[in-house]
């Protein structure tokens, strides 16, 4: 991937249609550039959505990480409990 904001992660999407494991590595995308599966040629989405999703799914993974780290520095100390929210 070739977005500043994405440089360091190895991202690999799942085609709806075929199953088939996609990398959307394209050269100098723009937001309305649109990633295709190699394999079957289903449309995956505009580079602008991808973006979108692996921001998403990054912060998801970064508040459950924080949650769990958080939770595990207050054990040991009396009289606290710790149980992150659903």
């Known amino acids: 991937m070739q977005d ?26 723009t937001d309305e550039s649109i990633i295709v599966c190699p394999s079957c040629s289903q449309e995956i989405g505009s580079w602008a ?3 979108a999703t692996v921001h998403a799914s990054l912060l998801e993974k970064y ?4 949650k769990e780290s958080i939770g595990a ?3 040991g100390i009396d009289g606290v409990t ?5």
């Open 4 to 29: 500043d904001a994405l440089t360091g992660f190895d991202v690999t999407l799942k085609c709806s249609q075929c199953g088939n494991d996609v990398s959307p590595v394209i050269e100098n995308p």
């Open 82 to 86: 710790f149980k992150p929210a659903k």
């Open 73 to 75: 520095s207050v054990k």
């Open 63 to 66: 508040k459950e990480g924080l």
């Open 49 to 51: 959505d991808i973006k």
